[in-house]
């Protein structure tokens, strides 16, 4: 996927990261791209996307579970510890849970 020159710049960024942006411009896929890219490159890391909803931290870890599949599928457990709705384990020892958080 190609990405525009701001979502390159927000994965490149280092430690806390604020956006603010319009409506339907790619932060989801650019943040996924980056959990993705954290999650695979650090071991043994527990990393929590959430949200004020539900559907909007699912529909994020969705975005992640994919980037995943499309980029680093061999690093995605299987078997008894395959991705659930809200659990995602690699085999780097990294763990990716989804959790609302309530409003």
């Known amino acids: 996927m190609k990405l525009d020159k701001w979502q390159e710049e927000i994965i490149g960024t280092k430690g806390n990261i604020c956006l603010r942006s319009g409506r339907q411009v790619g932060k989801s896929t650019v943040i996924s791209h980056k959990v993705g ?45 395959r991705p659930t709705r809200s659990k995602l384990k690699l085999t780097n020892g990294t763990v990716i849970h989804c959790l609302p958080t309530g409003l």
């Open 37 to 81: 890219i954290y999650a695979t490159s650090h071991k043994n890391k527990n990393v929590m996307v959430i949200s004020a909803v539900e559907r909007q931290a699912y529909l994020l870890f969705e975005k992640i579970l994919f980037y995943l599949e499309q980029n680093h599928k061999k690093m995605i457990k299987k078997g008894k510890d």
